[in-house]
């Protein structure tokens, strides 16, 4: 991801593994900061499926965190 502040726009949202090859739900359309709040309270499982995009790229949650 290309360097980005906390206040920079993204949509957080989770890729399921559906019968339809797969959805996406958006949890959240805002700052990175509140985004990465919100992503650090999901369950592991869910945050296995989370991504974050900004206007010209897309990250895998867990690549952004240090666990």
Not at 15 to 20: A, K, Y
Not at 21 to 49: C, K, V
Request: aromatic residues 8%; hydrophobic residues 40%; proline residues 1%.
């Amino acid at each position: 991801m290309r360097t980005v502040s906390d206040s920079t726009s993204v949509r957080l949202y989770h890729i399921g593994d559906g019968d339809d090859g797969g959805s996406a739900m958006t949890l959240f359309y805002g700052p990175l900061g509140e985004a990465m709040l919100i992503a650090a309270r999901q369950t592991s499982d869910i945050q296995a499926g989370l991504y974050l995009a900004t206007d010209n790229d897309v990250v895998a949650y867990l690549d952004l965190t240090d666990d």
